[in-house]
């Protein structure tokens, strides 16, 4: 059960982020604000509305920052949780996010797991790296995308010996390894949907 | 467009159309897809009904959920599931058990939401009635009508109630909405136990309970506001 301290009340939230109360009602309406964060609790007024803390303030400084960047549509999708969302393969020639369906053994492609394939593809495309590398990374990546949300989720992808292996952070956040360890990037998972939009656009015109 | 007209009393198959014409009474025993549609007499459908143009003048009844471009309403409408559409025109009653989720909404007649459902929409204008017994959130809202809700949120909330006519009958009444919350607030004729928003302005007929205002507040003669907090101006 949540604790008083771990809730903010909706006059401190608009305060403390500076929006104004249509934008909160409008990415409620948008589904980029999950329904069930408005907390509602008796005061002496009758009723007033609590969030979760740190949920809802993460949650709309990464609205402000994607806003400008793609349509509302898209934002939903990008901080959805990832569950209970499926996507249609993307019509594009691309080796890796072609072969996803034949991989994961499914029709029905998560957005993480689309996204996180032609983030990985554009990032080791000049790197020398076997398909079969990638594709056992995509194998043991997929249970772990289930739960993450892509906005503000970083992928860095390093080698350990002959494995290849990825790490997820919130934020760019520099990660330092040990000297066995050779990093190959880092890419945005948000980052990668947009790019993956985009190419998917320019093919579809 | 090839037209299918329907008269008399009829069990049409479910399925396509292009275009439908119900005339007599018409019951279809599943979904129902249609590109334009128009009820003039009864029409009950016990799936879904999904249409890009729909216009009823009679009774349609409608079992699941009405999915559909332009809905316009000059008759009577009951949907048990939930209705999405681009825009509503309710000039007759219509009555939804489910969600009501649209572009637009336009209401001169009466539309009542049952079951603590919410109608979410870009933009609401209402001269006639509208109840729900749930939430109305919407970018802009302007009504002279009544509106009942449990809340009214959004940027734009304008109600300025002085009763509405609907079918003739004239209902000289407050619109009654517990909570009120938005950027900017233009309200005459409304109850309200809480009223939040950023610039408030509260003309006559109004009674509020508690107001909390953070930038300009306006309160007019024969305004009774209880109690009011707020880093507020008064204009």
Redo the contacts between chains.
């Keep these: 059960m949540l604790q008083e301290s771990d809730l903010i009340s909706k006059k401190e939230l608009l305060e403390k982020t500076e929006i104004s109360y249509g934008q909160l009602y409008r990415w409620k309406r948008e589904r980029l604000i999950p329904e069930d964060w408005f907390v509602k609790q008796s005061t002496f007024t009758g009723q007033e509305t609590f969030f979760p803390r740190k949920p809802i303030l993460q949650r709309i400084k990464e609205i402000k920052r994607l806003k400008d960047k793609h349509s509302l549509g898209e934002l939903a999708e990008i901080l959805a949780p990832q569950s209970d969302q499926a996507l249609e393969l993307p019509t594009l020639d691309h080796p890796l996010v072609l072969r996803l369906p034949e991989l994961l053994e499914r029709e029905e492609l998560k957005t993480g797991e689309v996204a996180f394939a032609w983030g990985l593809a554009n990032l080791t495309k000049k790197s020398r790296v076997l398909q079969v590398s990638l594709e056992n990374l995509i194998l043991r990546v997929a249970p772990v995308l289930a739960d993450l949300e892509l906005a503000g989720t970083i992928c860095t992808v390093f080698r350990v010996g002959s494995s290849l292996n990825a790490v997820f952070s919130r934020g760019f956040r520099r990660l330092n390894f040990d000297t066995g360890v050779k990093e190959i990037g880092s890419f945005a998972l948000d980052e990668a949907l947009r790019g993956l939009r985009g190419a998917q656009n320019q093919s579809n015109h | 467009m090839r037209t299918t007209k329907i008269d008399g009393v009829v069990k049409m198959q479910p399925g396509e159309y292009e275009s439908l014409d119900v005339d007599g009474i018409v019951k279809c025993p599943g979904d129902l897809v249609a590109e334009n549609m128009t009820v003039d007499g009864i029409l009950k459908v016990e799936g879904s009904l999904n249409a890009n143009r729909l216009d009823i003048d009679g009774m349609t009844k409608i079992k699941g959920d009405l999915d559909c471009g332009s809905l316009m309403v000059d008759g009577k409408l009951k949907i048990e599931g939930d209705l999405n559409c681009d825009s509503l025109e309710m000039d007759g009653m219509g009555t939804v058990f489910g969600n009501l989720i649209a572009k637009g909404v336009s209401v001169n007649g009466l539309l009542t939401l049952k079951n603590g459902t919410k109608l ?1 929409t870009e933009k609401l204008s209402c001269e006639g009635i509208i109840k729900v017994n749930g939430e109305i ?1 919407a ?1 802009q809202i302007d009504a002279e009508g009544l509106l009942r809700a449990k809340e009214i ?4 909330v304008k109600i300025r109630s002085k009763g509405a006519r609907v079918f003739g009958l004239f209902f000289r009444k407050f619109s009654r909405v ?2 009120i ?3 900017t607030i233009d309200l005459s004729g409304v109850k309200a ?2 009223v ?3 610039d408030i302005k509260i003309g006559k007929g109004c009674r509020i ?2 107001l ?1 205002c ?1 930038g300009h507040l306006s309160l007019a003669k024969g305004a009774k506001v209880k ?1 009011i907090t707020g880093d507020y101006v008064l204009s």
Excluded: I, R
């Excluded at chain 2, 949120?153 to 734009?156: A, F, H, L, M, Q």
């Design positions: 979410e959130s970018d949120v959004g940027e734009y517990p909570l919350e938005a950027t136990n809480q939040n928003g950023q309970e508690h909390d953070s109690n």
